[in-house]
């Protein structure tokens, strides 16, 4: 993306009316001769652009009328007349591409304001792919390519890239951190028989019953909640339109991602924590960079994970089925692996030094000592990209969990009371099938990284009191090495690579790779 000087003030509404009405004469299909139906929208009518740009349309023969955004939304909300153009002549009014190109029938501009083959003009500045961590690029301001792929994916062809010149002048720094203004002419295409958007509160219904669908059992209301609700999470769902084409159009596919923030190599940051990535079977068949899977997982790259985006890096529990198909893509690439580590219960005497309590969470103190382990282990892990564990995050995760109950417990030292660790744990097939006695798994230990094998210790004798054969871990396999594991102690492969984002710009791999410090309580099922 080249960067040119940035026109005189004064000059830019005068350029962008010019070059708006240049396209609409030299690229005018014979369908659309004048008069034609246009719509200009921007948030003020008289704006210099918008006062230049009108009485150059009406005079060349064209019905021009004007909306706000909000009028336009209220337009297509009443299946209002349809245009044959929708310009932006004064960039995009800080709406969100997704809803520029929503193509559903509830909530879709396009699909109602548009013709079929209607002409879509857009005078705004984008910036490029970040390419470092330090970026900090205007908000609500888009990357060129990501936004033309979205469109395309969406059926619409571009027609004509124009770069305007830089927005603005370059900072006093030589930075310009208001982009490069572009004018694009997109025409739209038949629609696509699949097409990215946004999930959201709305969509909850249809993502529940996809759910439901591709994987045997019910996702609650509840679940989805404290999963993805009050900004926790985002989503990219695929639909698919229907035959006969009255037919609404159906999700098919769907990428979840959950917002969790983090340690990078000691520094805060936020990752996307990959979830609910799902096909309906009529979209299994295309496997290719045109299909359901390919369109969710791209999209939500794009938008959503590297540089430049609220999620610096990603992470995930795929299993290898799930896999090898983004990898195949080029989409992800392997930083890891998850591991299941048993040890047999440990049925032995508490020592004289340390003692073991279970978390009393409506303690006034107990936010105090949650966050006092989570200190003393992030002080420890400056080397690791780690998921935060504050009493915050333990509240939400193990407290709040609408489906499962967990155990948590203090080892603290017996004498002072101060904390060394935090453990939580889960009882697994409580009731023992077929007689067995039930085994516990150790979903998080919360402490510094010196003190893992006494915790685990203590996690073994809490096993071992309530009837527990064994106690189980999923761990990355980093983490072997740090366990100090006892003989008796076994460790089964799972089959679950550590997803690592390709696709868009952001760390290198080679930073990332056997670095995560991921458990089970990391996951978002267990």
Not at 339 to 350: F, I, M, T
Request: charged share 20%; aromatic share 8%.
């Amino acid at each position: 993306m080249t960067a040119h000087p940035a026109a005189p003030p004064g000059q830019h509404s005068t350029q962008v009316a010019r070059a708006i009405c240049d396209l609409l004469q030299c690229h005018r299909p014979p369908h659309q001769s004048p008069p034609c139906r246009l719509l200009l929208i921007s948030n003020n009518p008289d704006t210099p652009q918008t006062l230049q740009l009108r009485p150059h349309l009406t005079a060349a023969g064209h019905e021009v009328r004007h909306h706000t955004p909000e009028e336009a939304r209220a337009a297509a909300a009443a299946s209002a007349d349809r245009w044959q153009g929708l310009l932006f002549p004064d960039g995009l009014c800080d709406l969100d591409p997704f809803e520029l190109f929503d193509l559903s029938d509830s909530s879709g501009w396009l699909s109602h304001l548009l013709d079929a083959s209607g002409e879509l003009l857009i005078a705004a500045p984008f910036r490029p792919p970040c390419t470092t961590h330090a970026a900090h690029p205007p908000p609500n301001l888009p990357v060129l390519d990501y936004f033309l792929r979205l469109a395309g994916r969406c059926g619409f062809a571009l027609l004509s890239q124009r770069s305007l010149g830089n927005a603005a002048p370059p900072t006093a720094s030589g930075e310009n951190d208001q982009g490069a203004l572009f004018l694009l002419h997109l025409r739209r295409q038949q629609p696509p028989r699949w097409w990215p958007g946004r999930m959201n509160a709305a969509h909850q219904d249809e993502m529940r019953t996809l759910f439901a669908t591709v994987f045997g059992h019910d996702m609650s209301q509840a679940h989805w909640q404290w999963k993805y609700g009050d900004g926790r999470g985002v989503g990219i769902g695929v639909w698919q339109n229907e035959q006969p084409a009255q037919s609404p159009p159906r999700l098919i596919a769907h990428y979840g991602g959950i917002s969790r923030d983090i340690c990078y190599f000691g520094q805060p940051a936020r990752a996307l924590q990959c979830c609910d990535v799902m096909v309906a079977d009529r979209g299994r068949a295309t496997l290719s960079r045109h299909g359901p899977l390919f369109l969710a997982t791209a999209t939500c790259l794009e938008h959503d994970l590297g540089y430049g985006t609220p999620h610096l890096v990603g992470f995930g529990f795929p299993n290898l089925r799930a896999y090898r198909l983004p990898e195949k893509l080029g989409l992800y690439a392997p930083v890891g692996r998850m591991v299941d580590v048993c040890w047999p219960a440990l049925n032995q005497r508490p020592g004289l030094r340390l003692a073991v309590r279970p978390l009393n969470i409506d303690d006034p103190r107990s936010d105090e000592r949650m966050n006092a382990c989570w200190a003393a282990m992030q002080a420890s892990l400056d080397t690791y990209i780690v998921g935060v564990r504050d009493a915050r995050y333990l509240r939400h995760r193990y407290f709040a969990h609408p489906d499962k109950t967990y155990q948590c417990y203090i080892v603290q030292h017996r004498f002072s009371g101060a904390p060394l660790g935090l453990l939580v744990l889960r009882l697994q097939d409580k009731d023992g099938p077929g007689g067995a006695a039930p085994h516990a798994e150790l979903l998080d230990l919360i402490g510094p990284r010196t003190a893992l094998p006494v915790l685990i210790h203590h996690a073994r004798r809490i096993a071992a009191r309530q009837g527990c054969a064994d106690l189980h871990a999923w761990l990355s396999d980093n983490l072997i090495p740090l366990l100090q594991l006892p003989p008796e102690a076994s460790i089964t492969d799972l089959a679950i690579h550590i997803p690592a984002n390709v696709w868009s710009a952001g760390p290198d791999i080679a930073t990332q790779r056997d670095r995560w410090w991921l458990t089970g309580g990391d996951t978002d099922f267990r």
